[in-house]
């Protein structure tokens, strides 16, 4: 059964950084675009940022792109996240997802695995 297990949340102050990370098991992980997501109550899950099975192309979305960091390790069969500069606008629960036919990564639509989430609060 795949799995996908997120870790590296918690609460920080406006301005701190974090490292989110995300361990994928039962599936062959060097195919698989990886995308992060996140959540906050009352809205949809928006993109984050996301990167293509090679580690060479990473999508970001504009309210996190030159913040926000996303790499991967295929040896290691993990996606990293990380956030700096943080603001109280970036808390939510942080889900890492996983997909081998992703056409537009910023869409939660062509991702098949998720993970539980993980969550990440930030005080002003």
């Known amino acids: 059964q795949v799995q996908l297990v997120e870790s590296g949340g918690g609460l920080v102050q406006a301005g701190g950084s974090l490292r989110l990370s995300c361990t994928a098991s039962e599936l062959t992980f060097k195919n698989y675009a990886m995308g992060w997501f996140r959540q906050t109550p009352g809205l949809e899950r928006e993109f984050v940022a996301a990167?293509?099975?090679?580690?060479?192309?990473?999508h970001y979305a504009n309210s996190v792109k030159d913040r926000f960091t996303i790499s991967r390790s295929n040896n290691k069969n993990t996606v990293y996240l990380q956030m700096t500069r943080l603001k109280p606008e970036d808390t939510g629960v942080y889900y890492c997802a996983g997909g081998d036919s992703v056409a537009d990564p910023t869409s939660s639509e062509w991702y098949d695995y998720w993970g539980q989430g993980t969550q990440v609060t930030i005080s002003s």
């Open positions: 990167i293509s099975w090679s580690g060479i192309t990473p």
